[in-house]
């Protein structure tokens, strides 16, 4: 499974109907717009049609979302339980 939220556009490219000018646009897009909220909100935000998303959906997946120090009510700490 391709995680869209941390997959660079080589590994986009890779995917069925998407070539490497489509997977750039995606990476450019979640970075300019932020992480992809669903296979929907990428399929929307890059402009596939259903048939083009059909074939993705089970092979990728938008659950992980990156940490950045930009994360709102994130703190990079890395602790599990602030004292």
Do not use: C
Not at 19 to 40: C, F, H, I, M, N
Not at 52 to 73: A, C, D, E, I, K
């Amino acid at each position: 499974m391709l995680e869209l939220n941390l997959a660079s556009a080589d590994a986009i490219a890779t995917l069925p109907g998407l070539d490497w000018e489509l997977a750039k646009k995606a990476v450019q897009l979640r970075e300019s717009g932020g992480p992809y909220t669903s296979t929907e909100d990428f399929r929307y935000r890059l402009g596939l049609s259903m048939d083009q998303l059909v074939p993705l959906h089970p092979l990728v997946s938008t659950h992980r979302v990156p940490m950045t120090r930009s994360t709102p009510g994130v703190k990079p700490s890395g602790r599990i339980v602030d004292v």
